[in-house]
């Protein structure tokens, strides 16, 4: 297994600009999630997903959009790039969406936005 | 609202000394509580998590904590540090609507 992967490892943006975020995983893991890691503020959730077709917000939504069509994908979505999107990125994923479940991350995509 | 507090940004210490992570929670309800550690430029690894029953939980590479509901805490330790152990470390928390919360991370210094 690959466990999760993350495409790009770095990104380079100008304001406005658009983007997404890879993530995937071949795991058959049903829940799946983004956070951001700021300098001093530990990992935020963005958005997560507990199987395809539904996804729900996290505890820092905005400027970002997910979708899931797939178990194995779960892509995250800048539509319009702004510097405080400055950031690391990771996607996790685990079997289901209950905590006895591990989490897995992934390694992460460092984004900057000029 | 769940938080997660880790006191202390920065903790250094010997090699062969205690380590010793603080994480406290707050919750009404006693959380899921999970350590991470993060290795530069790497993803996150879980070193423990407790769910339910024991309280004293161990971890890979000789970390253990400990979940104290009348103290709402859930320290990290390991006896003797090694160099290896050099990394930043997280302590979550998750509730009833699987969203995990993050403390702000301790880095942690190993000296030889």
């Known amino acids: 297994n690959a466990g999760v992967t993350q495409t790009p490892k770095f990104q380079v943006l100008k304001t406005g600009q658009s983007m997404t975020l890879q993530c995937a995983q071949d795991m058959n893991h049903e829940y799946m999630s983004w956070y951001r890691q700021d300098p001093g503020m530990g990992l935020r959730l963005i958005h997560y997903?507990?199987?395809?077709?539904?996804?729900d917000q996290g505890e820092v939504p905005n400027g970002y959009n997910v979708s899931r069509s797939t178990t194995e994908d779960f892509p995250l979505r800048l539509l319009s790039a702004a510097p405080s999107q400055t950031s690391v990125y990771f996607c996790?994923?685990?079997?289901?969406?209950?905590?006895?479940?591990?989490?897995?991350f992934g390694p992460g995509t460092r984004l900057l936005v000029l | 609202a769940q938080s997660v507090t880790q006191l202390g940004s920065h903790v250094s210490v010997s090699e062969g000394a205690l380590v010793l992570l603080r994480c406290n929670y707050s919750s009404s309800v006693p959380p899921y509580l999970f350590w991470y550690v993060q290795y530069p430029n790497q993803g996150l690894q879980l070193l423990l998590k407790y769910t339910t029953g024991a309280t004293l939980v161990k971890g890979i590479n000789g970390f253990e904590a400990e979940f104290k509901k009348s103290e709402t805490s859930f320290h990290l330790t390991k006896p003797s540090a090694h160099m290896s152990d050099a990394a930043e470390y997280f302590c979550?928390?998750?509730?009833?609507?699987?969203?995990?919360?993050f403390g702000k991370g301790t880095l942690l210094t190993v000296n030889p």
């Open positions: 997903s507990v199987g395809a077709g539904i996804t």
């Open positions: 979550a928390a998750g509730g009833s609507n699987y969203k995990l919360t």
């Open positions: 996790a994923s685990s079997y289901s969406a209950g905590f006895e479940e591990t989490q897995y």
